[in-house]
């Protein structure tokens, strides 16, 4: 009974702090902070925390100011709505896109989907086609619905040959995998460096990088389980009664899956918060306008004695990646 | 053995040229016009009176030096008013130019300091191979050590410990130790930064290590520390597995220590997964080196990419790039390596 109720409480105190973070995250313009993001209090430059102001009838900075005087706490509560606007989109499609390749993956592997002649001819078609359009005309994306309406009509039809209805396997897994170890072939920070370098820093080049990089994770976990599923009897039966490959994937097989991957969501999400911040500190990827619990610990770096720079959004990180541990080994060990 | 990683190695080359050609192709994709503006006032300091003849002239020698003449790719597509040209540019293209140096040996120039690549990269490991591989052999032998001693009755809260070292990235552990270790407010133990500066080259050996140790301290131990938990929580929970088993439990009837079960007939068993996390552990610690080098102001690889980076100097960033794959593929052949010696029966298959 006794450690039931210990991992109650863990649990309490994590959900409770994620949700605290959220909803100043959320809130973070209406909430009462005496200074608005990102503004300079040239009067308190460096100043500790705790501390009353120096001059008369002016807020105090709870928790001081860095270098250049602006308010640690509003940096906190803003950086921590940077957190949530990047890492969790950029978690939550990673998961999504991860759990859809891992899946088909895990699934069919190099020989189980098998596409006949017909398509694999207006696939390609297409493929040339939409290249065609959008070097020509980018603007002209309804003609690329088109035809690939076109392409399906015509493709039905062209099933009646029964030549062109042969079909050859399509190297699922093969491809997957090759694609997650090309991401791999370098450690991800300096692969994450090297793309920042080439766009413009920005909160949707940031999303698009970490979700590049990051889905191969969700990926390797839903194939394995996939390939364990997938042996089971009940997809046997499935295939008996004679539904689709599709069908069995969507309605019976995945959410077996989805599991897996919702229970690895929270170490995703934590994984890139961490991820994020780093860049910030490193000043790639993100404007240096934009508040992040990594761009003030990159102010404490020049200023070694201002503990309370390092201290405090340090603990913020702790805090939330703990918590959303915490909320992963609770799902395991239900 | 020799043909088993023969084939793996085959397996990982294709995709370390893919990344690497995809990098260099985005990197020339991007404008060049405020880089050879750069350059050419660089070149051009002396003489203010330009012509744009002679302007002009000197924007393609600038253009020609850095390699950066002809088409990018093999085939373009040019928009005119007809609609999309392709044309096909066959070897006289700035990526197969590249490639055949590259195969060579020869990364071109960097575009900020005008010397070659190679050697600003050389320079570069002379600090961050030391550091690295340090790195990761003293956390392979740690993580060995604490997890035996966890096994054989540790206290617990060492993994706790490990638990909360881990909830932290990379750098605000590093951050953390530099503010506490080498802060004149706290404990002025270490120096924060300097590396590379003081050493004399004539001074006696063993004041030269003692002096890389005590400016090495630190970024070692922020690297040291990061890469622990996960290895020593791995390592605990095989040994863990390995002494549930029947052998294990026929060791201690035959009398041994719990020490001596551990150590001469679980261990090899346990480290099977844990060889899996080796391979990924050289990169990650060169990866790692960017965090570090940077808080600790060490001259070294990581500290060179993030400023390649921050400066779009794409030269010396593509050569890095290609360095730390380099990198992963020897953390691949050594982890293969061990697996053979550690399991007889991958022997077999190979």
Known sequence: MRPRKKGAAQHAIAVGWLVLIVSAALLAPWLPLPFP????????????????????DTSRHWLGTDGFGRDVLTALVYGARTALLVSLPAALFATVVGTFLGSAAGFWGNSGLRI?????????????????????????????????????????????????????????????????????????????????????????????????????????????????V????????????????????????????????????????????????????????????????????????????????????????????????????????? | MGRFLLYRLLR???????????VFLLSRALPTNDLLGQALSDDSVGNRGLTAAEREAALLRIQERLGLTGPVFYFSCTHSTTGAVWQW?????????????????????????????TAVLGEALRFTLPLTTSAALLATVLSVVLALWLV?????????????????PLFVVALGLLLLLANPDILPLFPAYGMG?????????????????????????SLVLVKLPSLVVQLYDALRHELGANYATTA????????????????????????????????????????????????????????????????????????MAIMRLIGLVVADTLYFLTDPRIRLQA
């Open chain 2, 12 to 22: 990982t080359i294709p995709a370390t040229w893919a990344i690497v050609s995809f």
């Open chain 1, 116 to 228: 006949s002649i017909v398509y694999w001819l207006m696939g390609g078609l297409l493929l040339v086609g939409a290249v065609e359009i959008v070097s020509t005309a980018p603007s002209a994306w309804w003609l690329l619905l088109l035809s690939l309406a076109a392409a399906v009509i015509i493709g039905k039809s062209l099933m009646r040959v029964p030549m062109l209805r042969r079909s050859w396997p399509f190297p699922t897994d093969r491809l997957v995998l090759g694609a997650a170890s090309l991401l791999s072939s370098v450690p991800r920070l300096v692969l994450i460096l090297a793309l920042a370098a080439v766009q413009d820093a920005s909160l949707p080049g940031i999303f698009l990088l970490l979700t590049l990089t990051h889905w191969p994770e969700p990926a390797h976990l839903v194939r394995a389980e996939l390939l364990r």
């Open chain 2, 197 to 221: 500066q003081q050493t004399a080259d004539n001074a006696p050996w063993h004041v030269q290590i003692s002096t890389y140790l005590y400016y090495s301290t630190l970024p070692l131990a």
């Open chain 1, 37 to 56: 993001a990102d503004s300079v209090d040239l009067n308190h430059i460096a100043q500790p925390p705790f501390l009353p102001p120096s001059v008369p």
């Open chain 1, 230 to 334: 997938r042996t089971l009897p009940y997809i046997e039966s499935a295939r008996a009664i004679g539904l689709s490959g599709g069908q069995i994937l969507w309605r019976h097989a995945l959410p077996n899956a989805w599991r897996t991957a919702r229970t690895a969501f929270p170490l995703s999400l934590s994984a890139l918060i961490g991820l994020e911040t780093t860049l910030s500190f490193l000043g790639v990827g993100l404007p240096p306008e934009i508040p992040s619990w990594g761009r003030t610990l990159a102010a404490a770096r020049l200023d070694p004695t201002a503990w309370w720079l390092a201290l405090f959004p340090a603990l913020a990180l702790a805090a939330t990646t703990l918590a959303l541990r915490q909320l992963t080994t609770n799902k395991i060990s239900a």
């Open chain 2, 252 to 323: 201690r009837a035959k009398g041994l220590s719990a020490y001596q079960v551990a150590t001469r007939h679980a261990l090899r068993n346990a480290l099977l997964p844990v060889i899996a996390l080796l391979t990924d552990l050289l990169p990650a610690l060169v990866a790692g080196a960017v965090v570090v080098e940077v808080i600790f102001a060490l001259p070294g690889m990581g500290r060179l990419m993030a400023e390649a980076a921050a400066t779009h100097d794409f030269p010396v960033l593509v050569g890095g790039v290609l360095l």
């Open chain 2, 152 to 168: 054989c009755g540790g206290p617990a809260f060492l993994l706790s410990m490990l638990y909360a070292i881990d909830a932290l």
């Open chain 2, 89 to 117: 540019h066959g070897s006289d293209n700035q990526y197969h130019k590249w490639l055949k140096k590259a195969v060579k040996g020869d990364l071109g120039q960097s575009y900020r300091s005008g010397q070659p690549v």
